[in-house]
């Protein structure tokens, strides 16, 4: 065991490895304590870049670190070392989450930055990842465990334009905390959460296959209650308009006693997949939606599905989900947003 101090002395070392595939090359280092690691091209490329190498020899002090399976040769004369110096020192600081409040600022040990707005249950829209069976769990379901809710504000704007995001980590582990000038009431919270998620610029941090609906800050003892919401369908342009680039959560009870959601497969071609229910009822709508096939990767939305004719008089709507929080508050989300 050695410790880790800047140095000087590194050297370059007579041997390169290639790792194939289209990987990096690896160069060996020599320590001057007497043992050689090995570092890849572009933390060669990096060192270069900032000092100078006489003879084989790397003239900055460096220090090792790791970046995921790589060790990495940092000069401490750059700004990445710097920065590395203090998210060691984040990841070797710990606070207790029971000190933290609705409102708080938080700093995680991965140096993940951001609001935290409590430890919620999430109603959930799931999937049947079996593409050959109809058979599933219901897909609408309130999550067994809680997650702790973060709002992060982005340092920088991605392609998606994602301005902010949402974190829902089960158990981050907490290196400080920043208390808030005034914190929120969970109820507050828990509004605060459900606002964000429905926003187009927050992207949602999630580790599983599920999409998130909406956030409760108890688990409800009643559940969840499925409402249709009627849309105004007025002809056949408006229902390729409105399902040509959206996901298929429109559904339509026809005139004549079928019952599904309707999509497009392509430009100008309805699909209707039909549940066979005349009548829409919660305990139907869940089983339909569980029921009906899943599309194979290779002939989508062919299973159950038939070509649909437009008609007027069909009744169009989308669904809501209703679910009455321990904190007093109705909280309401659609199925398709």
């Not at 595939?21 to 060996?28: A, F, M």
């Not at 700093?107 to 993940?112: C, K």
């Not at 158990?171 to 828990?190: D, G, H, R, V």
């Not at 009643?222 to 056949?236: F, W």
């Amino acid at each position: 065991m050695i410790d880790n101090i800047p140095l000087s002395g590194f050297k370059l070392g007579d041997s390169i490895r290639s790792s194939g595939y289209g990987g990096y090359d690896k160069w060996r280092i020599e320590d001057p304590r007497g043992f050689e690691l090995e570092i890849t091209s572009g933390n060669l490329a990096q060192l270069i870049s900032v000092g100078m190498i006489d003879r084989g020899e790397i003239i900055d002090q460096c220090v090792w670190a790791r970046l995921g399976k790589d060790n990495v040769l940092l000069s401490t004369s750059t700004d990445v070392y710097k920065q590395a110096v203090q998210n060691t020192i984040v990841a070797n600081t710990k606070a207790n989450w029971r000190d933290v409040k609705p409102g708080d600022g938080v700093v995680l040990q991965n140096n993940l930055r951001g609001v935290w707005l409590g430890k919620m249950y999430r109603i959930c829209r799931t999937y049947n990842r079996n593409h050959s069976s109809a058979q599933g769990t219901n897909e609408i379901a309130i999550s067994s465990n809680v997650v702790h809710v973060i709002h992060v504000h982005k340092t920088s704007q991605d392609h998606s334009n994602k301005t902010e995001e949402l974190h829902l980590i089960a158990n981050p582990k907490l290196s400080s905390i920043e208390p808030a000038n005034k914190n929120l009431t969970a109820a507050q919270a828990e509004l605060l959460a459900n606002q964000l998620r429905s926003l187009s610029h927050v992207d949602i941090i999630d580790n599983t296959y599920s999409t998130v609906l909406s956030f409760v800050y108890g688990k409800p003892s009643a559940g969840c209650v499925l409402n249709r919401v009627p849309i105004d369908i007025p002809d056949e342009s408006t229902l390729t308009d409105s399902t040509k680039y959206r996901s298929p959560e429109l559904f339509v009870e026809t005139t004549d006693g079928r019952f599904g959601e309707v999509f497009s497969s392509g430009y100008n071609n309805i699909h209707l997949r039909s549940f066979n229910n005349s009548q829409f009822t919660a305990n139907h709508l869940c089983r339909s939606l569980v029921i009906s096939k899943h599309y194979s990767y290779r002939n989508h939305y062919t299973e159950d599905a038939n070509p649909y004719t437009f008609n007027s008089d069909d009744q169009f709507f989308n669904v809501e989900i209703a679910v009455k929080s321990p904190t007093g508050n109705e909280i309401k989300c659609l199925l398709r947003r």
